[in-house]
């Protein structure tokens, strides 16, 4: 089913969520208290903004987009070139939430080898595990609560090659 839902592509990227199966499955997920994180899609540079499409246009679902490491103090953070960016299409959704590191990620291969890996699939790891790190401090909280709480508190995302700010179409709430 996940393979399936990634290896669709212009097909389903404009089906409105709520008659995508996968975005009812993670929004009957969340509705459980599952907290469902996505990758955004790595389509920007061949579709641009509005490329974001299922699964990461599920609405109760928490997508990532990707960036650079940045953020060690010295270096700025910069939003990946390929990371898709929203509105989502059809159902026009603020996408993506949050972004996180996705760019030479360090990534297992198999059989017993590592290599440095880009995409949003690299990204959304982290923001799962700032979703562990939240929900063991606050245990009570909905997945709205950890939704917000990630967006709401995320760093500046800059422009490749530039300075200021990407929009939230780009970085969402920034950097967690």
Known sequence: LWQYAFDQRA?????????????????????????????????????????????????????AAASTLGGDGTRPDVVAWFSSAGPTPVS?????????????????????????LDGTSMAAPHVSGGVALLLQRHPTWTVQQVKSALASTGAVVHPNGGSGEVGPLREGGGRI
């Open 92 to 116: 026009l959704q603020l996408k993506p939430d949050v972004t996180a590191p996705g760019v030479n990620v360090l990534s297992s291969v198999p059989p017993d080898n590592f290599e440095d």
């Open 11 to 63: 097909s389903d990227i404009h089906m409105e969520p709520r008659r995508d199966i996968v975005v009812q499955a993670l929004d009957n997920a969340a509705a459980a208290g599952v907290v469902p994180v996505v990758a955004a899609g790595n389509d920007f540079g061949t579709a641009g903004f509005g490329s974001v499409g299922s699964p990461a246009n599920t609405p109760a679902a928490i997508t």
